[in-house]
């Protein structure tokens, strides 16, 4: 069962890269908590909402991913996730270019309907 989980985890963390390249705002929403926040290389807090406008405006703009790991460690219902991904971006009107992205993330498994 733990391996299937990490496989679903290490899947969701790609959609939620793609998402962000595609504007899927829907899907954003889906994949982050309500009091998810994002810290940038240069030490900026984003909350989801804040995030997700700048994904739409523009102000964060992806145009493509390559992951080069993704790590899933499992403790009970809690996940913690480090992806490393090579990413093209223009964050902040900056110009074009790849980044080498390192994103640390805690999950929490949740039960849906008792399932």
């Not at 496989?7 to 899907?27: H, Q, R, W």
């Not at 997700?52 to 523009?58: A, E, F, P, R």
Request: charged share 25%; net charge negative; glycine share 6%.
């Amino acid at each position: 069962m733990e391996n299937s989980d990490i496989d679903i985890i290490k899947k969701m963390y790609v959609d939620l890269c793609d998402a962000s390249i595609n504007k899927d705002i829907d899907k954003i929403k889906q994949l982050l908590a309500e009091d998810y926040i994002l810290v940038h290389m240069t030490g900026m807090n984003q909350t989801r909402n804040d995030y997700i406008n700048s994904v739409l405006n523009g102000e964060l703009k992806y145009y493509e991913s390559i992951h080069e790991s993704i790590e899933v460690n499992i403790k009970g219902n809690i996940a913690f996730v480090v992806g490393k991904t090579k990413t093209l971006a223009s964050p902040f009107g900056m110009s074009k270019s790849w980044w080498r992205l390192k994103q640390e993330m805690t999950l929490e498994k949740e039960m849906i309907n008792g399932l």
